[in-house]
C-alpha cells in the first residue's frame, strides 16, 4: 500500500534550520506531484510549498526566501529545507502526494521557540 513516512521535525530556536523528508514507497514516485502543508492549533490546514513532477515549485508568500522544497527521484524522498525559522512557523508538517488519488503522512511537529 502507499505508504508517505515523514521525519526531520523537532524542537528548534528562532533563526535556527530544519530539514524535513518524506519517503514515499508502494508508487512510481516520479509521477507524483508533492507539496508540505502545515497546521496550527485552531487554524486550518495550509499550504506550505509545492512541487509538480517536472519540479516547477511554489510557496506561501509567509515562507518566500526561507523554505526551499526539492526532491530527489532516485530515492523517492521530497525534502523542506526551513531556514531563519520564526515562532509562527511552529505547526505539524504534513507530507502531501498526488496522482489519481490523493495521500498524505502522519505529520511531524514542528516547534520554534523565541
Known amino acids: 500500500q502507499v505508504q508517505l513516512v515523514e521525519s526531520g521535525g523537532g524542537l528548534v530556536q528562532a533563526g535556527g534550520s530544519l530539514r524535513l523528508s518524506c519517503a514515499a514507497s508502494?508508487?512510481?514516485?516520479?509521477?507524483?506531484?508533492m507539496g508540505w502543508y502545515r497546521q496550527a492549533p485552531g487554524k486550518q490546514r495550509e499550504l506550505v510549498a509545492h512541487?509538480?513532477?517536472?519540479?516547477?515549485?511554489n510557496y506561501a508568500d509567509s515562507v518566500k526566501g526561507r523554505f526551499t522544497i526539492s526532491r530527489d527521484n532516485a530515492k523517492n524522498t521530497v525534502y523542506l529545507q526551513m531556514n531563519s525559522l520564526k515562532p509562527e512557523d511552529t505547526a505539524v508538517y504534513f507530507c502531501?502526494?498526488?496522482?489519481?488519488?490523493?495521500?498524505w503522512g502522519q505529520g511531524t511537529q514542528v516547534t520554534v521557540s523565541s
Open positions: 508502494g508508487i512510481v514516485f516520479s509521477i507524483l506531484d
Open positions: 502531501n502526494a498526488n496522482s489519481r488519488l490523493n495521500y
Open positions: 512541487i509538480t513532477r517536472g519540479t516547477t515549485t
